[in-house]
């Protein structure tokens, strides 16, 4: 279980509920006394500047934090290199599908839940 100093620090969850590794991160999350600000990230999509800065929380290239599989990513060619990564990004903005789930974010430090025992790490 996390201190009671370290629960008061928010922690935020971009959660897709229809994702198994989404709810078995939130369950976790739960499980250690932490309850989490949760955005549906589908419903209220991130903005650019927003995903720029957990991109770089997590270390991250914007392909590095996309789902690959979704129609979108190959619809827009998105795996062409020569796409900037301020036109990937504005890609996750106008299709939030491409954004790997879950993204637990707290203080400045992120982590994507898969598995969802990585978001330990930041917590």
Not at 59 to 83: I, Q, T, V, W, Y
Not at 89 to 111: C, F, Q, S, T
Request: aromatic residues 2%; positive net charge.
């Amino acid at each position: 279980m996390l201190s009671i100093k370290d629960r008061d620090m928010r922690v935020t969850i971009w959660h897709n509920p229809r994702c198994s590794k989404s709810r078995l991160t939130l369950q976790l999350l739960e499980d250690n006394g932490v309850t989490p600000k949760i955005v549906e990230y589908l419903k209220t999509p991130p903005k650019a500047s927003e995903i720029n800065a957990v991109l770089k929380m997590l270390a991250h290239g914007p392909r590095d934090a996309m789902r690959k599989g979704e129609k979108p990513f190959k619809a827009n060619n998105l795996g062409d290199e020569s796409k900037t990564r301020d036109e990937l990004i504005e890609a996750m903005v106008k299709d939030p599908i491409l954004i790997e789930r879950p993204i637990v974010i707290k203080g400045n430090k992120a982590a994507i839940g898969r598995p969802p025992e990585i978001v330990l790490d930041i917590l």
